[in-house]
């Protein structure tokens, strides 16, 4: 059985920084994209960032952009979500997930296994 299992989250001021993990386990990934996706209580769950199997194609939301790096390592079937910059805006549960696809993408439909969440909270 497939299980995803995130760490990093925690509270931190505005401005900090803070990075989240997520180990895969249960199975053999291989040709697979990843991505981290978050939802805020009250909201939707929302796109936060993509990374290809081959780690050339990187993709983020605009409200993310320049703060946040997803990065993997494959040989270890883990991926890194480094945040940067925190604003209290970012809080909210951080979910990974896996898509059975080399191709990034950024439709939460699109993937087939999800974490369990870590939560994320940032103080004004």
């Known amino acids: 059985q497939v299980q995803l299992v995130e760490s990093g989250g925690g509270l931190v001021q505005a401005g900090g920084s803070l990075r989240l993990s997520c180990a895969a386990s249960?199975?053999?990934?291989?040709?697979?994209?990843t991505g981290w996706f978050r939802q805020a209580p009250g909201k939707e769950r929302e796109f936060v960032a993509t990374i290809s199997w081959s780690r050339r194609i990187t993709d983020y939301a605009d409200s993310v952009k320049g703060r946040f790096t997803i990065s993997r390592d494959n040989a270890r079937n883990t991926v890194f979500l480094q945040m940067n910059s925190l604003k209290p805006e970012d809080t909210a549960v951080y979910y990974c997930a896996v898509r059975e696809f080399f191709q990034a993408a950024t439709k939460a439909s699109l993937y087939d296994y999800w974490g369990q969440g870590t939560q994320v909270t940032v103080s004004s």
């Open positions: 249960g199975r053999t990934f291989d040709n697979y994209s």
